[in-house]
């Protein structure tokens, strides 16, 4: 149930980041980008304020409950049917998300694992999606992902930036059953987007 709660938590900040802000920067003055590799080809999503908001991060924190989550999102184009070519990382801790961390969805892998969640996941132009996630400790996820990492260097009033980077997988579930369809090594993952 608790995971649950965490994932609704993650829809509700995805949305959130998809509303229109009319202070909005140019895109030809913007610093912002969303850049990454995907097997060694390059994708670059263009900061466009004026037609929609497709680069955004949230920041969020209950300091009562202690949940901190943080949401990244960069799409090729919003306004697609389905949804497809964006990437998303979503990262959620009982302590507060540092600067200068390298998070990791696997134990021992990076600085730091959120204990309560971390995904990323790439749907590529076709609609396929590949992932990598860690619900906290729970051992039925473990083994169904690689090493994906995040580090945030700077987490400002206005913006948020990175480094990203893993090994994404895709999966059938359609059977009900995890089947194993296809990989991607995302590489080289930066960006900075502005702060919702």
């Known amino acids: 149930m608790r995971y649950l709660c965490y994932l609704l ?19 030809k003055t913007s610093e912002y980008y969303f850049r990454f590799k995907v097997d060694g080809v390059e994708i670059e999503y263009e900061f466009t304020p004026d037609s929609y908001i497709n680069l955004t991060g949230i920041y969020e924190k209950d300091e009562n409950k202690e949940i901190y989550a943080i949401n990244i999102a960069g799409f090729g184009n919003i306004l697609e049917p389905g949804t497809t070519n964006y990437l998303s990382i979503f990262v959620s801790d009982s302590l507060d ?6 998070y990791s969805n696997i134990p ?13 996941g790439y749907v590529d132009s076709e609609g396929n ?10 051992p039925l ?22 480094t990203f980077s893993g090994t994404l997988i895709w999966y059938d579930t359609s059977t009900g059953i995890n089947e194993f369809v296809d990989s991607v090594v995302v590489s080289e993952g930066e960006f900075k987007v502005p702060r919702y």
């Open 9 to 27: 938590l993650f829809i509700a900040f995805l949305f959130q980041g998809c509303s229109t802000d009319n202070g909005a920067p140019d895109p």
């Open 97 to 102: 998300i540092s600067t200068g961390v390298t």
């Open 108 to 120: 021992g892998e990076g600085d730091d694992f959120p204990d309560l969640l971390f995904s990323m």
């Open 129 to 138: 999606s590949y992932g990598a996630a860690a619900f906290g400790d729970n």
């Open 141 to 162: 996820y473990s083994n169904l992902y690689e090493p994906a990492f995040v580090e945030f260097p700077e987490i400002a009033d206005t913006y948020i930036s990175g």
